[in-house]
């Protein structure tokens, strides 16, 4: 086991010489991020330990870069309230990143409520939801999935840890988001509500089963595991914001068509247009989830 150790180590060792051999000689962008890397690997990036490099040089890039290496930037401040109030530091997130995602999308989609304005209802139902629901929700399914797997790091473990995540994590996630999201939209009876989660639920379970194990198996070999609840969230709403603003798009084109026959005619009768301003009638993508098609309300 001994020579065995030893060799593998001697095998790491010439691998990380041989990245910052090839980035020295390379330079370039590409080439000083892989001697960053390279570096941090070495552990000779300061205030890193060389256990996860590219993590550390992302937080060194985000904290003002190699000269404030080693301090306490903004990212490791949040990383230390995330050791100290953990739950706490996730509702904050999870609300803060659920709302912009509602804000940015809306702006980017030009959905706007009757009295013109971008920050619509949904903005702070949305942040309600990401800081008292989904964080709480997501900060328990994770630490019981960490627990199970704890200390089992053979291939074997982290394939398992992936396809239970997958297999129970995300149908309960995306069964409680679909729920929130019928309620937001204003569903009243328990019918509206299990008819958003049939039309929608395997629609973002295809989402799921994309990006979920792409972004484990890159949480489990790069990041500490007290970050991956806000690294999770930062994915979920990029792909998010995406998703909402291209329903959104195609909810206000599919209203323009309704309320003046033509989606290739924005403009309304008396010539006020309508593209990018309030919505017909006051009603469109508000009351509507952001995933999947509106349910027969």
């Known amino acids: 086991m001994s020579s065995l150790k030893i060799e593998r180590d001697t095998v790491t060792e010439t691998v990380k010489n041989a990245v910052t051999d090839h980035a020295v000689n390379k330079g370039g962008f590409v080439g000083s ?41 903004y990212l490791a401040a949040y990383l230390q309230q995330l050791e100290d109030h953990p739950l706490r530091t996730k509702m904050l997130t999870a609300g803060t990143l659920a709302g912009s995602q509602e804000l940015l999308a809306s702006w980017l989609a030009k959905d706007r409520n009757k009295h013109g304005n971008y920050f619509t209802s949904r903005v702070p139902k949305m942040a309600a939801y990401g800081a008292l629901v989904s964080a709480p929700l997501g900060h328990f399914l994770i630490w019981v999935l960490q627990k199970i797997f704890s200390g089992r790091t053979s291939l074997r473990a982290k394939i398992l840890q992936i396809l239970v995540s997958n297999l129970i ?13 019928a309620l937001i939209a204003g569903a009243k009876t328990f019918h509206q509500v299990k008819a958003t989660v049939r039309v929608g639920f395997w629609r973002v379970m295809r989402v799921s089963w994309i990006t979920s194990p792409i972004c484990l198996a890159f949480a489990q070999k790069f990041l500490p595991e007290n970050t991956w609840v806000p690294f999770f969230n930062l994915v979920s709403f990029i792909i998010g914001t995406y998703i909402n603003t291209v329903t959104k798009k195609k909810r206000l ?21 309508v593209v990018g301003g309030p919505r017909p009638g006051g009603v469109g993508p508000e009351d509507y989830p952001p995933l999947g098609p509106n349910p027969p309300y």
């Open 33 to 73: 991020a892989a001697a960053a890397v390279a570096e941090a690997a070495h552990g000779q990036l300061p205030g890193t330990s060389g256990k996860h490099p590219i993590s550390a040089v992302v937080g060194t890039a985000l904290t003002g870069g190699r000269k404030n290496a080693g301090t306490k930037g």
């Open 169 to 181: 994590i995300a149908p309960i996630q995306n069964t409680v988001y679909l729920v929130a999201m």
């Open 253 to 273: 084109a599919a209203l323009r068509k309704k309320h003046f026959g033509d989606s290739r005619d924005s403009r309304a009768p008396g010539g006020s247009s």
